[in-house]
């Protein structure tokens, strides 16, 4: 089995600057620490027809080179299921008919963390269940002996997070987010994530389902996001943030990959020249406030 670090876009539009800043220290992450790079589409929801494609030949031209075919979510459907499969056998799933009406208004189980699912279809009989299952489809979701988990992030150090009854499979058949990941990064030998800050929250749910899955959990680091000048998320609307609109405003890729390097504290040049001066302990803690450049 490989050492890898990876990065895994959803193909719902371009990528923006933030998403290549991602990928390029994912890549830098991995390198730098004698693993493979690879990169996962996560198809499983919100693909936009050729995205893919224009993701791929963007991260190509900022210079990320990957190390093995790319893999795709939605050819994965099986290892999926046997996941579920095995969780239900061992006694750890349930069936959830609750909309996200009822989740809202329910009354939060004692100790219940907030926005934690309040665990009301834990408890249905089969009489029921029956009845419910005529009615509605249900989402499938982890039954959990705890309330929360801890992390060690390389740069925020050691996290805790709510864990509750997770969903596994939504109530339209595609797999969740939660355990497609998990999945994907053990069966690809993934000992390494690098993404967005914005996923910390959601990883002791992941490190909680890897471990009841037997899976080893990877190593972390969740590094700042990109934000615009009020301090948001960045977003297309915020501008020429696309390779695309950058070189409509006479930006070239390497400029950018440029800018991305400066802006982690490394010199400008290929990805191959930044990764000897790479360090993870001297990256940035803030978010980086993108200001389009003039060409
Ligand atoms: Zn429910």
Known sequence: MTSAGRFAPSPSGELHVG???????????????????????????????????????DLEAVGVRWDAAVVRQTERAALYDEAIARLTADGRTYECFCTRREIQEAPSAPHAPQGAYPGTCRRLSHAEREIRRASRPASIRLQTDVVEWSVEDQLRGTYVGVVDDFVLRRNDGVTAYNLAVVVDDAAQGIDQVVRGDDLLPSTPRQAYLATLLGLPIPEYAHVPLVVNHDGARL???????????????????????????????????????????????????????????RP
Not at 27 to 45: C, M, P, Q, Y
């Open 19 to 57: 998403n290549l800043r991602t990928a390029i220290l994912a890549w830098l992450f991995a390198k730098s620490s004698g693993r493979d790079f690879l990169v996962r589409v996560e198809n499983l929801d919100r693909a936009r027809s050729g995205a893919e494609a224009e993701q791929l030949r």
């Open 235 to 293: 977003a297309k609307r915020d501008g020429a943030v696309t390779l695309g609109d950058l070189a409509a405003v006479g930006i070239s890729a390497d400029s950018v990959r440029n800018l991305i390097l400066e802006s982690v504290g490394l010199p400008a040049g290929t990805l191959g020249e930044a990764l000897p001066h790479f360090h993870p302990r001297s990256l940035p803690t803030e978010p980086w406030v993108w200001k389009t450049p």
